[in-house]
């Protein structure tokens, strides 16, 4: 797409309903979502929904399910938000073109949106999901947490989604309260990190008591600002780890230093951030910048999601789009009437064309960035399942169309378990991790077809819970292997040969186009060719572009 050119669906008055008459076809998505029925009707469909929640049995080996993957965003604003710009059909056609399954709309707090808007948007959603039931649509909200930065909340459909999620707005919005500090010499940082965690046990009770079906928390980009501490972000998972699930792993805001675009001190993702008072102080310079696209936090082998993982327990990552304003995109706010603002009325005025570009650093949902979630059936709640389970990696740039990972015992007979999963085995046991990769079969929407270059595996120990609670370290946690697929085309099967030692571990994988890597932040025996920082306003995140998994865990048995 030129910098000039729009595609049909961004006039605003267009909604998703028109789309086929607009000459982009939705047929795609449902077809694809046709492939995926039969998918499960073949591999899954006697999996009950539940099975990506049950814990796992004290047997050795492990079986998971088929699964088919649903790409989706859980990060999108719209006129709903006081700094956003595109209304809620403009979104939504986009991701339908984009290719994506399922979209979160995830607006500000704010007084007029706890007021106005979040009903509103919701009117909205429920017109959408009834003329497009192929695409999942959730509501949700982006959290100010108490002393820290922000978190994606969001609620299966029902009854009560709009009523949980204003209420938690009211009640627990650190912005809205005024508990937004959290330095450690501002008085009430203790209060403030207490009310966030209060803010999170009151989530998961609504679920418990049914209220809603099903409500689950993201922390976004949480090294921006370096204001989620370790010991913050271990208190919101340990407060209830079945709803605070995981991070963005690569932020949104990918197209911000797009050379000659916004300047040259840009980052990608925004990261354009120095240590404040508010700050956690335990962070280095190099935490607030991103790697390859992707947060210092989950970037770095060996840093601080490898120390959460560490402990023997899931937290997942993800990427989105966090769509603002889109790069190169030529539509600006429309004025307000007189006498009306956001307080009075909780929505923008709809945006207007200019046909010039503005200002911007954001893609269109599933244009650049993409989270796969492994499901055993169509629909919200196996969405959130498999976002709860851990079925989930990530890819920029579309760089690859598949992606099935499976670690079994080498005498077992069954297909092993996938992402999010854990392996139970004896000391010595030979394992084989299976990585079956499908490579990108078409070009992406930048006209560039991406070829993956390397697949890194990387190993950490499991130590169980940290004494110190603010470790942002795992230091036995490397890059254990890396194969060169470099020409390879089509679906493969990268077969890595595994043996359990005496501790429990986990494995997680990575990898990229090959164009930008180096030695990783904590030296080359631990990551020899990591992602790296660009050159500020160099960032062409087109020619960067990584993927990610989540780990599997392997219990040894007595370890």
């Not at 729009?6 to 939705?26: H, I, K, N, T």
Request: proline letters at 6%; a negative charge; charged letters at 20%.
């Amino acid at each position: 797409m030129t910098e000039q050119q729009l595609p049909s669906w961004a006039d605003p008055s267009v909604s998703p309903a028109d789309l086929d008459a607009q000459g982009v076809s939705r047929r795609g998505l449902l077809r694809r979502a046709g492939l995926f029925g039969a998918a499960f009707a073949l591999g899954s469909a006697a999996v009950p929904a539940a099975a990506a929640t049950t814990p796992a049995d004290r047997r050795l080996g492990g079986d998971d399910p088929r699964l088919a993957y649903l790409v989706g965003d859980h990060h999108i604003h719209s006129v709903y938000s006081h700094d956003a710009k595109y209304t809620f059909s403009q979104l939504a056609a986009a991701g339908a073109e984009y290719g994506l399954d399922w979209m979160v709309f995830t607006e500000h707090s704010n007084f007029g949106h706890a007021k106005y808007g979040a009903a509103l948007e919701h009117e909205e959603i429920r017109r959408a999901r009834a003329e497009n039931p192929r695409q999942l649509i959730f509501q949700g909200l982006e959290w100010y947490i108490p002393a820290a930065e922000h978190c994606t909340v969001f609620t299966a459909p029902g009854a009560h989604e709009v009523d949980l999620l204003t209420r938690f707005e009211s009640a627990y919005d650190g912005k809205l309260l005024g508990y937004d500090k959290g330095g450690a010499a501002d008085a009430d940082t203790a209060r403030n990190e207490a009310h966030a965690v209060k803010a999170i046990k009151w989530l998961a009770e609504q679920r418990r008591t049914g209220y809603v079906d099903d409500v689950l928390v993201l922390a976004n980009h949480p090294l921006r600002l370096g204001i989620d501490s370790p010991h913050e972000m271990r208190g919101w998972r340990d407060a209830a780890p079945e709803i605070m699930i995981g991070m963005e792993g690569a932020p949104g805001a990918q197209g911000a230093a797009i050379p000659g675009w916004r300047g040259a001190t840009s980052i990608r993702g925004e990261y354009e951030n120095k240590p404040s008072a508010q700050s956690w102080p335990g962070y280095p310079a190099e935490a607030y910048l991103t790697y390859g696209g992707f947060d210092w936090a989950t970037a770095t082998v060996g840093g601080l999601w490898d120390s959460m993982l560490a402990e023997g327990r899931l937290f997942s990552v993800t990427t989105n789009s966090d769509a603002h304003r889109i790069v190169f995109d030529t539509w600006k706010n429309g004025d307000w009437p007189a006498g009306q603002n956001f307080d009075s009325t909780g929505k923008l005025p709809d945006p207007v064309n200019t046909t010039t570009p503005q200002p911007g650093s954001d893609f269109w949902p599933g244009q650049f960035s993409r989270t796969h979630v492994g499901v055993t059936r169509y629909g919200y709640r196996a969405v959130m399942a498999g976002l709860r389970a851990g079925r989930v990696w990530l890819d920029h740039g579309h760089l690859l169309d598949g992606l099935d990972v499976r670690l079994g015992r080498d005498c077992d007979l069954g297909r092993g378990v996938t992402l999010g999963g854990r392996l139970r085995v004896r000391k010595g046991e030979k394992l084989t991790l299976d990585i079956t990769v499908t490579t990108a079969s078409r070009p992406n929407p930048q006209g560039i077809l991406p070829e993956l270059a390397h697949v890194d595996v990387i190993r950490g120990a499991v130590r169980g819970p940290v004494a110190d609670r603010d470790s942002w370290r795992a230091p036995d946690t490397k890059v254990v292997q890396t194969r060169d697929v470099s020409g390879r085309k089509g679906t493969y099967t990268l077969r890595i040969p595994l043996t359990a030692g005496d501790e429990s571990f986990y494995v997680r994988l990575r990898g990229s186009d090959g164009n930008r890597h180096g030695a990783g932040c904590l030296g080359a025996s631990v990551d020899p060719h990591g992602p790296i920082p660009h050159e500020p306003g160099n960032g062409d995140p087109w020619a960067d572009t990584w993927f990610y998994s989540n780990p599997v865990f392997v219990d040894v048995a007595g370890a």
